[in-house]
């Protein structure tokens, strides 16, 4: 039987939500096809639940090339027909079009000498912001770092990057611990970026 003290918000009955919980959310990615991934799937949970998109990852990492920033660029009007008829993904038109104007916008930043890792990770000097919450449901919607970086990623043509996206972005990639005080992960994550 598992005892372990987890955030209320993972789903005990999903494997996949816990195994999500136990080793990814919040650990401070530096991985650029990560990065990329958990912003296209955070657009991609508006108005969903993180649990849809989570079960869908896979499919989504099949019907996005795994995530290759220059195909997905290229995607043309055959590809997003395809996509949009696939069942394994969230097949909404306007989230379609946003993956492969963020992977246009990620391609731009790029030119321009920037990673995504790299413009992150200064927003917070390098270091997670350490929070220190007793419940999932005191962590907060957002906060003006994450309305500073929704701005500037929209003005750079990023799309559904609204800034409750961007925070929880900011919260699965690791720059906020948002991990509940009493759960299990709180001091392993916190650890991790000391």
């Given at each position: 039987m598992d005892t372990l003290c987890r955030?209320?918000?993972?789903n005990p009955k999903n494997p996949r939500y816990l195994a999500y919980h136990d080793e990814e959310w919040g650990v401070p990615s530096h991985d650029e096809t990560r990065l990329f991934e958990m912003l296209n799937l955070e657009g991609a949970q508006a108005g969903?639940?993180?649990?849809?998109?989570?079960?869908?990852?896979?499919?989504?990492?099949?019907a996005f090339d795994g995530w290759d920033v220059e195909r997905i660029a290229r995607y043309d009007?055959?590809?997003?027909?395809?996509?949009?008829?696939n069942p394994g993904i969230v097949r909404n038109r306007l989230k379609v079009a946003a993956t492969i104007a963020n992977a246009q916008a990620y391609l731009r930043l790029r030119e321009a000498g920037q990673t995504l890792d790299g413009y992150l990770w200064a927003h917070v000097d390098g270091?997670?912001?350490?929070?220190?919450?007793?419940?999932?449901r005191q962590a907060p919607a957002k906060?003006?770092?994450?309305?500073?970086?929704?701005?500037?990623?929209?003005?750079?043509?990023f799309k559904f990057v609204g800034s409750t996206i961007i925070y929880a972005y900011l919260?699965?990639?690791?720059?906020?611990?948002?991990?509940?005080?009493?759960?299990?992960?709180y001091q392993q994550v916190k650890d991790l970026a000391a």
């Open positions: 955030c209320g918000w993972a969903l639940s993180w649990e849809t998109i989570l079960n869908k990852r896979d499919s989504y990492r099949e009007a055959t590809k997003v027909a395809e996509l949009l008829a270091r997670p912001i350490q929070n220190r919450i007793e419940d999932y906060t003006a770092l994450s309305d500073q970086i929704s701005k500037d990623l929209s003005r750079r043509g919260q699965a990639s690791g720059l906020v611990n948002d991990h509940a005080l009493n759960c299990f992960r």
